[in-house]
């Protein structure tokens, strides 16, 4: 039997990049996955693409009465979330001079606030059935800083200490909270780099590549079930040793 069979499990930005990765292991690991994005018609294709539920969830989870209102509807169709998985994430680049608030407020609205919104929902659940797995997709810049991504370093940084004080907070009840943080991986995200930038990246990794959704996928699902039943607070570098 797979090792996720019967559980349920919520991935946010999942309709497209490393969420829809991470939402095509854990349905292969036998949980049922609710694919949540802000725009429900390409959520729903997903999860179909997938083999999974026909319906997906729009949900901008930087709202907290849009997240409030999905996850009661993923409590009623599928039933308690076992498995948070943290993942929609935006960029918006600027040098800090030219930082402008709202690119700021953004970032952290929807990288870290939407995590603290769906981590204090489902945790009451979780603590009751005293088990669960919460895992924040970070990043590497949240523990290097980057040029021009002081906006979305500051939010990955903010996901990790999140992690660690929800981890010892929920500890005693069973419920397991870690970070991934990748590096640099072939999405639309990464997709607008120019050709010297990448070529500079990819310079940077021993591996001699850049990951793949699946690179962080993998590790996710190793989070998510029985192997990783002693690990909590941790943050688990994803990027081919770039930041070692
Ligand atoms: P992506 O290709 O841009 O996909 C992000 C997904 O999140 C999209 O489906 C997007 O929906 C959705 N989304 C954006 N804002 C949202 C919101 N407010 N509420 C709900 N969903 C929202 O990004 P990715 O590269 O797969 O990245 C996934 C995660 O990994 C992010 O947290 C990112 O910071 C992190 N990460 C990525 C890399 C990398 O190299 N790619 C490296 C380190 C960390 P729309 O399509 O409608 O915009």
């Known amino acids: 039997m797979p090792e996720l069979?019967?559980?349920?499990?919520?991935?946010?930005?999942?309709?497209?990049?490393?969420?829809?990765?991470?939402?095509?292991?854990?349905?292969?690991?036998?949980?049922?996955?609710?694919?949540?994005?802000?725009?429900?018609?390409?959520?729903?294709?997903?999860?179909?693409?997938?083999?999974?539920?026909?319906?997906?969830?729009?949900?901008?989870?930087s709202d907290p009465e849009a997240c409030e209102r999905m996850l009661a509807e993923v409590e009623e169709d599928l039933g308690s979330p076992y498995i948070l998985v943290n993942n929609a994430g935006i960029t918006r680049d600027n040098l800090l001079l030219r930082l402008g608030d709202d690119d700021w407020r953004r970032?952290?609205?929807?990288?870290?606030?939407?995590?603290?919104?769906?981590?204090?929902?489902?945790?009451?659940?979780?603590?009751?059935?005293?088990?669960?797995?919460?895992?924040?997709?970070?990043?590497?810049?949240?523990?290097?800083?980057?040029?021009?991504?002081?906006?979305?370093?500051?939010?990955?940084?903010?996901?990790?200490?999140?992690?660690?004080s929800v981890a010892q907070e929920l500890a005693s009840r069973g419920v397991l909270v870690n970070a991934v943080a990748p590096g640099f991986i072939q999405t639309e995200m990464t997709?607008?780099?120019?050709?010297?930038?990448?070529?500079?990246?990819?310079?940077?990794?021993?591996?001699?590549?850049?990951?793949?959704p699946a690179d962080v996928a993998g590790v996710v699902r190793f989070l998510a079930g029985p192997l990783a039943s002693y690990v909590t607070g941790q943050v688990i570098v994803v990027d081919g040793g770039m930041v070692m």
């Open 107 to 164: 970032v952290l609205d929807v990288n870290l606030s939407g995590a603290f919104y769906l981590t204090r929902r489902v945790a009451r659940g979780m603590m009751k059935r005293r088990e669960g797995r919460i895992i924040n997709i970070a990043s590497v810049v949240g523990l290097t800083g980057n040029r021009g991504q002081a906006n979305y370093a500051a939010s990955k940084a903010g996901l990790i200490g999140l992690t660690k």
């Open 191 to 212: 997709a607008a780099l120019g050709e010297e930038t990448r070529s500079a990246l990819l310079d940077r990794i021993p591996l001699g590549r850049m990951g793949t």
């Open 5 to 61: 069979d019967g559980r349920v499990a919520i991935v946010t930005g999942s309709a497209r990049g490393i969420g829809l990765e991470i939402a095509r292991e854990l349905t292969d690991a036998g949980a049922s996955v609710a694919i949540v994005d802000l725009d429900e018609a390409e959520a729903a294709r997903a999860s179909t693409g997938l083999g999974g539920a026909e319906r997906g969830y729009a949900c901008n989870v």
